[in-house]
């Protein structure tokens, strides 16, 4: 069994425990390659998405993995639910835990807010992204991507590139390179990057060249509008001029690097569309494996009679 | 505890052989019989019946291996994660004779799962089960077709097969706990 | 119910007098006759009286709290003049200086009058600061002369910086016709940002917005500059930085009338206990890292602060117990003063025991210019037992506030208040 009841995020999370999550998700790549997608395994275990913040694709790709494995899904979304009339937080995460849920798949705006979930139900939490602090399910399925295409995540030289402070895909990442050894760089404009990022035992460099010749592969960052509260960015030709990852760029370096990018894109600004659809990036090798590896967690975590008192 | 060796390397590999022309003479047209191997040790078993019955009328019959982890009806209770092996079927099982191949049949839960896992990959025509060891005590209505030794055993005692490919010698033991 | 009004003859007896005010310690009892000081000395019990044995303890004055929100009138379900006050005496404060940011605010002479006649039956002294603008919106200057009058000691926008350095400049002027300071609440709301927690390693690693303490200290030197080019009386309020220290330390050198404050939150915790993303530890100024801590008990040692101050800040449980970025900000700090700032400051950093009762009750004093003078003969009797070589475990039962947003509860604290008797009443928090 994993260490931890939850997966709250990667910070001091157990390298051994990453690696068992990832070769469970190799598994279950397989299941999704067969005829008909689906193992009993929780069957009869019942799971919300608490969707606090609005995303359709890591709540797909939570439900796709939670019906492989025979699991009842629900959906709340905070909009079609009573949080509009001022139920509180408790109120409304209690009010979920009194209906007998095993697993709750939380995404919410504020940081630390799964880990205010554990202070009101007993079942197992799993954070679908904090605000500006971690998206742990996504890390895995970014150290999956990078495994399958380099077979080890040890020494591997991994360039992130955009907006890191708000970035929860990053910080994420970050933690989980370091715990399996990787190397990481951060690029990207240096007003976007936290004051005290190399504590974590990450470089930075503002010259996107310099980081493309020295790293295995990029992870490339959506701009994120919304998360900006005032005009941090000049503009996107300027971003795009500076730290896009253009057809021209990928051309003018000689090595096969491989490209990522979490999604949704911003086609012509971080990444031109001719790269993300190119032999390069793994994109949607990467969606594939995000269902594999989500069905790895939802399995490895609500599988397993719970112990008295737990 | 006390061991006692009920087959050897000679006594399996003439098993083997016997099972092979049995599982022959039972489908006639080997053509459409496929191979599954349920790990760990019915795949090596189901890789030297592949061996002999190739030897014994040239073809070489399809053969694919089957972790059945994720089938298993007693994930929830089980507080371990089982070592997953992984699934291996590359083709499609429509209206194939699917042979299972595995070490010793017991309480059949083992088998219930596979015929389940099985479904995921097509409709075979037949499916039938091939054992090195029986030795009863079945928990579900589940017979095999061609079984190597009936070893019936009492409480108390279990059998032990032993293979060169995964262990480190060919062998079935009986082992009886001592009170 | 730990307070009663004295109806007979108070005697504390066997205990040492520490005197901040005169520096004296002396062994000695204390006679309180109709809730005055009637006796200092060795003398035997009066008839009918209640005999409070102080062997091993010290007595002292009772402690003076700058700065407070007991937030009547508006959120009586957080705390009342009347809840404060108990929580008050339970931490051995017999007086106190409450916040003007109430609802509506303390913004007007009828309010301040308001404060001044509820306060009449508190049993420890409360003083209202006034608002040093309209609605605290930051454009426009009180009455500063009129409340004054009514009993205002001091005046505040606190809670809200006066973001505008030419309404801080109009009002520390206007401050110079009635002589009080003025006590700013210093970060500036530009820099601060959407900041939840000092912006530091930690902010990073909780993906919490970070403010940083240039926040504070950019506005420190502005007030600082401004109270120096006027000429005016300033009191710089819970301070939480080392940059902050610093400034407020060179500008004491050549100006006289320069006070601060510090908390005892801010002596206590570093930013790392926030790991836990614990809302009781959401402050505004928020609690900085161990070098900042440092410098405020440096600070503090050295005079560069002039005395403690609570900032005790009550929240109901549902105004608390959200998600950070929504919970209030604030903690009650009352009961648990005395226990933590004697920890920090004696035990771990050896002060002196005098030094730091002066830091809870005449230093305070003269800021205000209260009366400190406390074991004169004939003075209304203000006077706290306490124990401070105490060690004990601070829990819920020793919260008197209406509210309990405390990170306190299950700390171990050194030194722990016995008996406070003010305006007649005596508490017994044993």
């Known amino acids: 069994m994993l260490e931890n009841k939850h997966l709250l995020g990667l910070e001091g999370y157990p390298g051994k425990d990453i690696q068992t999550i990832i070769e469970t998700a190799f598994n279950f790549r397989e299941v999704l390659d067969r005829p008909i997608k689906k193992v009993p395994s929780l069957q009869g275990v019942t799971i919300v998405n608490l969707f606090f913040e609005n995303s359709t694709r890591t709540r797909i790709s939570f439900e796709l993995a939670q019906k492989r494995l025979s699991a009842d899904t629900v959906n709340f979304s905070a909009s079609s639910s009573s949080l509009k009339k001022g139920e509180s937080f408790k109120d409304t995460s209690q009010n979920i835990e009194a209906m007998k849920i095993d697993a709750v798949v939380m995404r919410h705006p504020t940081p630390g807010a799964p880990k205010h979930l554990t202070n009101f139900i007993d079942s197992v939490i799993i954070n679908a992204g904090d605000g500006t602090h971690e998206h742990p399910t996504q890390a895995i399925l970014d150290m999956m991507s990078l495994y399958e295409k380099f077979g080890k995540l040890k020494g591997l030289k991994v360039g992130i590139i955009g907006d890191i402070i708000h970035s929860r895909v990053a910080l994420s990442n970050i933690y989980g390179l370091k715990i399996m050894g990787a190397e990481v760089t951060l690029c990207g404009p240096p007003n976007l990057i936290p004051k005290n990022i190399s504590e974590l035992g990450v470089k930075y460099s503002k010259d996107i060249d310099e980081v493309m010749e020295w790293a295995d592969a990029l992870n490339v960052l959506r701009i994120q509008k919304e998360r900006m509260g005032r005009g941090l960015v000049p503009s996107t030709r300027e971003y795009r001029s500076f730290f896009g990852i253009t057809s021209e760029r990928l051309k003018n370096h000689k090595k096969e690097i491989v490209i990522m990018h979490p999604g949704p894109m911003n086609r012509g600004v971080e990444i031109d569309g001719e790269v993300a659809d190119g032999d390069q990036a793994i994109i949607l090798d990467q969606v594939l494996n995000g269902v594999a590896s989500r069905m790895a967690i939802l399995y490895l975590l609500c599988g397993g009679k719970k112990v008295e008192g737990e | ?179 | 119910m730990s307070l009663e009004k004295i109806s007979k003859n108070v005697m504390l007896k066997g205990g040492t007098i520490i005197d901040p005010y005169h520096k004296k310690e002396y062994k000695s009892d204390v006679l309180i006759k109709d809730g005055k000081i009637f006796e200092i000395g060795d003398f035997d019990p009066p008839k009918s009286c209640e005999i409070i044995d102080c062997k091993g303890k010290i007595i002292t004055h009772g402690f003076c709290d700058l700065h407070v929100h007991f937030r009547e009138p508006g959120r009586e379900d957080k705390e009342t003049l009347q809840t404060g006050s108990i929580a008050a005496m339970a931490g051995g404060f017999t007086r106190v200086c409450v916040m003007p940011n109430t609802n509506p605010p303390l913004d007007t002479p009828e309010s301040i009058n308001f404060i001044i006649k509820k306060a009449e039956d508190a049993p420890i002294h409360i003083h209202p600061i006034g608002a040093v603008s309209k609605g605290q919106d930051g454009k426009d200057i009180t009455e500063m002369g009129l409340m004054h009058k009514e009993g205002a000691v001091a005046f505040s926008d606190d809670g809200l910086p006066i973001q505008d350095g030419g309404i801080m400049r109009i009002a520390l002027e206007y401050s110079k016709l009635i002589d009080v300071p003025i006590i700013n609440h210093a970060e500036d709301e530009c820099l601060r940002d959407e900041g939840l927690m000092h912006e530091g390693t930690i902010s990073t690693r909780l993906g919490l917005p970070g403010n940083p303490d240039l926040a504070e200290s950019s506005m420190v030197h502005r007030d600082l500059e401004l109270a120096d080019f006027v000429g005016a009386k300033i009191h710089i309020p819970h301070v939480s930085s080392a940059k902050a220290v610093d400034l407020i330390r060179k500008m004491k050198k050549h100006k006289d009338d320069v006070t601060a404050e510090v908390t005892p939150h801010h002596l206590f915790f570093n930013d790392e206990d926030l790991i836990s993303y614990d809302t009781n530890l959401k402050v505004g100024p928020p609690i900085r890292t161990e070098n900042d801590r440092k410098s405020l008990i440096d600070a503090v040692k050295d005079g560069t602060i002039d005395c403690i101050a609570t900032d005790h800040a009550p929240h109901t449980i549902e105004d608390k117990e959200t998600t950070f970025d929504l919970a209030a900000f604030g903690m009650i700090g009352l009961e648990s003063c005395f226990g933590t700032v004697n920890k920090v400051l004696c035990k771990d950093s050896k002060m002196d025991l005098m030094d730091l009762i002066s830091f809870l009750t005449n230093r305070p004093r003269e800021i205000m210019g209260f009366d400190c003078d406390l074991f004169s003969v004939g003075s209304s009797a203000e006077i706290v037992v306490i124990d401070p070589e105490q060690a004990w475990v601070f829990s819920r039962e020793n919260i008197k506030s209406r509210s309990i947003n405390s990170p306190y509860i299950g700390k171990e604290l050194f030194g722990k208040v016995q008996y406070t008797i003010s305006r007649s009443h005596l508490y017994k928090s044993v």
């Open chain 2, 1 to 179: 505890m006390e061991k006692t060796v009920i087959m050897n390397q000679e006594a399996i590999s003439r098993t083997i052989t016997r099972l092979c022309h049995e599982i022959i003479e039972n489908n006639g047209d080997c053509r459409d019989i496929v191979l599954i191997g349920i790990h760990n040790r019915g795949v090596p078993i189901s890789e030297r019946i592949q061996i002999k019955i190739n030897d014994l009328v040239g073809v070489e019959l399809k053969r694919g291996s089957l972790d059945i982890t994720f089938h298993r009806d007693d994930y929830r209770e089980r507080l371990i994660v089982p070592e997953i092996k992984g699934t291996d079927i590359s083709f499609s099982l429509n209206d194939k004779i699917v042979i299972l191949v595995d070490d010793v049949l017991y309480s059949g839960r083992t088998v219930r799962a596979a015929l389940d896992e099985l479904n995921s990959f097509g409709r075979a025509s037949k499916v039938q089960l091939a054992v090195l060891v029986d030795r009863g005590h079945r928990e579900l209505p589940i017979k095999a077709d061609y079984v190597g030794k009936n070893i019936p055993t009492h409480e108390g005692e279990h059998v032990d097969v032993t293979l060169k490919e995964t262990d480190d010698s060919d062998s079935v033991f009986l082992i009886r706990d001592r009170d």
